[in-house]
């Protein structure tokens, strides 16, 4: 790796206004070789050098350091990857007992477990609030496929891992972590509590106005979520905890975690159905092992999380074979420009040149009669739950199409099961089919999402009856007010709209069942008879509050 130009190419960046601050960490054959910082930790008058000791939120690269956590005390034989997790959580109900009591931590930590997606970025604060809303909200989850067949990315499900860590050791999460991750590999920086604003220790995260990046001050924090995310720490930090799993679980030449059970973390659990997609860097997370993506850049194998929460953009990045991976900790940049830089240190790491991301060439089409026949199964409806998002999939002559969202796109066999489709941007949506070969698919992936197939049905309440629902709701577990939601009847038609936005018209799916521009919902009256419920995402619980 040339450091000079690694520099150069940093300082520009910055300076070119494409990221604000970052720190970089680079770690090649056992050491730390490079870490510095660029930029500045705020846009206005607040904001100072990023160094590196600045802080930065590591989003979700906390589940890495969770999965961490949770194969350490499997060495120790507090746990087991393959045992049922109701076997440590008794007290845990599923909404499906069949379903629940085949769930393991190898689901959880690579995000099988088939429960919805949900999450939270400003949550309560205090003791105990890991197993409160674990054991609050996880027995209202449905099922959305079986465990271990659908990759589908949760953060609240993932946080079923620190729950089970916190009642086997008999500790809580925070001091778990701590005794077995961070003070090991002396990772001194990091902390669950949001350091002050105006600390100077603190890259803040930023908000675009039309003048300028405007700083946020309040800070992403939630207790319940720390097994998924919500830590802060420098770049050094993390690149202690690289060394690990580029070393064969070995830190400063101290074993840390047994090669066996890296190599399990390491190993594609799931995947993510991604075969065929034309950019290159989409090949980084092919794939998901035990708390890291898995994947490939110019056919060296990755390993990698990311973390995203408001505007910090963080990379954890190795190259296994290599010996050799970086940590970038951004706090606010263009999407485009940053992901250009992240390839460019890993030409870099690769000693290749870097040309820019040159498109994957097209797999050749795969040409099946027995493939043409399945095609009826594969047409229907499927919706993405969490998004709101619907496709359609459909025969036209001897063309196998996808609508989305109007936009017709004719899909290309590749494999048994899957497809890509050609977009006018020359860019190419991978489409996967999960069926059996019998029965219609229940699950497609597009893009690497998950999609349920969803028929509509005939609507439960007439407009004028959905006065009944009209109200504001709120997450009890969201300490956001500005997430609150308020749902309308406008010109008999039901709007919904988020803090003080605009109200969007939903569109009615059948039931109580409706999606907007900002998700899929349904409503519901509580079994309590507490009032009406808004449930989003087929996960988190709204209630009315007036």
Same mark, same amino acid.
């Given at each position: 790796?040339?450091?000079?130009?690694?520099?150069?190419?940093?300082?520009?960046?910055?300076?070119?206004?494409?990221?604000?601050?970052?720190?970089?960490?680079?770690?090649?054959?056992?050491?730390?070789?490079?870490?510095?910082?660029?930029?500045?930790?705020?846009?206005?008058?607040?904001?100072?050098?990023?160094?590196?000791?600045?802080?930065?939120?590591?989003?979700?690269?906390?589940?890495?350091?969770?999965?961490?956590?949770?194969?350490?005390?499997?060495?120790?034989?507090?746990?087991?990857?393959?045992?049922?997790?109701?076997?440590?959580?008794?007290?845990?109900?599923?909404?499906?007992?069949?379903?629940?009591?085949?769930?393991?931590?190898?689901?959880?930590?690579?995000?099988?477990?088939?429960? /919805?997606?949900?999450?939270?970025?400003?949550?309560?604060?205090?003791?105990?609030?890991?197993?409160?809303?674990?054991?609050?909200?996880?027995?209202?989850? /449905?099922?959305?496929?079986?465990?271990?067949?659908?990759?589908?990315?949760?953060?609240?499900?993932?946080?079923?891992?620190?729950?089970?860590?916190?009642?086997?050791?008999?500790?809580?999460?925070?001091?778990?972590?701590?005794?077995?991750?961070?003070?090991?590999?002396?990772?001194?920086?990091?902390?669950?509590?949001?350091?002050?604003?105006?600390?100077?220790?603190?890259?803040?995260?930023?908000?675009?106005?039309?003048?300028?990046?405007?700083?946020? #001050?309040?800070?992403?924090?939630?207790?319940?979520?720390?097994?998924?995310?919500?830590?802060?720490?420098?770049?050094?930090?993390?690149?202690?905890?690289?060394?690990?799993?580029?070393?064969?679980?070995?830190?400063?030449?101290? /074993?840390?975690?047994?090669?066996?059970?890296?190599?399990?973390?390491?190993?594609?659990?799931?995947?993510?159905?991604?075969?065929?997609?034309?950019?290159?860097?989409?090949?980084?997370?092919?794939?998901?092992?035990?708390?890291?993506?898995?994947?490939?850049?110019?056919?060296?194998?990755?390993?990698?999380?990311?973390?995203? #929460?408001?505007?910090?953009?963080?990379?954890?990045?190795?190259?296994?074979?290599?010996?050799?991976?970086?940590?970038?900790?951004?706090?606010?940049?263009?999407?485009?420009?940053?992901?250009?830089?992240?390839?460019?240190?890993?030409?870099?790491?690769?000693?290749?040149?870097?040309?820019?991301?040159?498109?994957?060439?097209?797999?050749?089409?795969?040409?099946?009669?027995?493939?043409?026949?399945?095609?009826?199964?594969?047409?229907?409806?499927?919706?993405?739950?969490?998004?709101?998002?619907?496709?359609?999939?459909?025969?036209?002559?001897?063309?196998?199409?996808?609508?989305?969202?109007?936009?017709?796109?004719?899909?290309?066999?590749?494999?048994?099961?899957?497809?890509?489709?050609?977009?006018?941007?020359?860019?190419?949506?991978?489409?996967?089919?999960?069926?059996?070969?019998?029965?219609?698919?229940?699950?497609?992936?597009?893009?690497?999402?998950?999609?349920?197939?969803?028929?509509?049905?005939?609507?439960?309440?007439?407009?004028?009856?959905?006065?009944?629902?009209?109200?504001?709701?709120?997450?009890?577990?969201?300490?956001?007010?500005?997430?609150?939601?308020?749902?309308?009847?406008?010109?008999?038609?039901?709007?919904?709209?988020?803090?003080?936005?605009?109200?969007?018209?939903?569109?009615?799916?059948?039931?109580?069942?409706?999606?907007?521009?900002?998700?899929?919902?349904?409503?519901?009256?509580?079994?309590?008879?507490?009032? /009406?419920?808004?449930?989003?995402?087929?996960?988190?619980?709204?209630?009315?509050?007036?």
């Amino acid at each position: 790796m040339n450091m000079t130009e690694v520099a150069d190419r940093l300082q520009a960046a910055v300076e070119a206004g494409h990221v604000l601050g970052l720190s970089l960490a680079v770690v090649q054959n056992g050491a730390i070789v490079f870490n510095h910082g660029y930029g500045r930790t705020a846009a206005d008058e607040t904001g100072s050098p990023v160094t590196p000791d600045t802080l930065f939120a590591y989003g979700s690269i906390g589940k890495t350091i969770c999965a961490t956590l949770v194969l350490r005390l499997v060495e120790h034989g507090l746990l087991d990857l393959d045992r049922p997790l109701a076997s440590y959580l008794p007290r845990l109900a599923f909404s499906d007992e069949t379903a629940g009591k085949r769930l393991t931590l190898r689901h959880v930590l690579s995000h099988t477990t088939g429960l /919805p997606a949900a999450g939270r970025e400003y949550g309560p604060q205090g003791p105990g609030l890991l197993q409160q809303v674990i054991e609050d909200e996880i027995p209202h989850y /449905p099922f959305l496929a079986e465990p271990g067949v659908l990759h589908f990315y949760s953060n609240t499900a993932f946080c079923l891992a620190g729950y089970a860590a916190e009642v086997v050791a008999g500790a809580p999460y925070d001091q778990l972590v701590r005794e077995w991750v961070f003070e090991p590999l002396d990772m001194a920086g990091v902390t669950f509590a949001p350091p002050g604003a105006n600390t100077g220790r603190l890259a803040l995260p930023h908000e675009a106005t039309n003048e300028a990046l405007r700083p946020i #001050t309040r800070l992403p924090a939630n207790d319940a979520g720390h097994p998924s995310s919500f830590a802060y720490g420098t770049a050094r930090d993390l690149a202690h905890l690289a060394l690990v799993h580029l070393e064969q679980g070995h830190f400063q030449g101290r /074993p840390f975690l047994a090669p066996r059970l890296l190599a399990e973390m390491h190993r594609q659990q799931a995947s993510r159905h991604i075969a065929g997609v034309a950019h290159p860097l989409a090949y980084l997370s092919s794939g998901y092992g035990l708390g890291l993506m898995t994947g490939y850049y110019h056919g060296q194998r990755v390993l990698r999380h990311g973390g995203m #929460t408001l505007s910090y953009n963080c990379f954890f990045e190795l190259l296994p074979d290599e010996r050799a991976g970086f940590v970038l900790l951004t706090n606010a940049s263009e999407e485009d420009p940053l992901m250009e830089l992240v390839a460019f240190l890993y030409d870099q790491l690769l000693g290749r040149p870097h040309r820019g991301p040159v498109p994957v060439p097209a797999l050749e089409p795969y040409t099946d009669g027995e493939e043409t026949a399945r095609w009826p199964l594969y047409e229907g409806a499927y919706l993405n739950v969490e998004w709101g998002a619907m496709v359609e999939v459909r025969r036209s002559g001897a063309e196998l199409l996808l609508d989305r969202e109007g936009e017709e796109l004719a899909l290309t066999a590749i494999a048994p099961g899957r497809y890509v489709a050609a977009l006018p941007s020359g860019s190419r949506l991978p489409v996967a089919f999960l069926d059996n070969g019998v029965t219609p698919a229940g699950h497609m992936v597009l893009a690497g999402e998950p999609y349920q197939r969803f028929e509509k049905a005939a609507l439960s309440v007439e407009p004028a009856g959905l006065a009944a629902f009209a109200g504001s709701y709120r997450d009890p577990y969201n300490t956001n007010a500005a997430e609150m939601l308020h749902l309308e009847i406008v010109d008999g038609r039901l709007c919904l709209r988020e803090g003080d936005g605009e109200a969007l018209a939903c569109e009615p799916l059948g039931g109580l069942a409706y999606r907007c521009e900002l998700g899929f919902f349904e409503l519901r009256n509580a079994a309590d008879d507490t009032g /009406p419920l808004l449930v989003w995402g087929r996960a988190t619980r709204y209630r009315r509050v007036s």
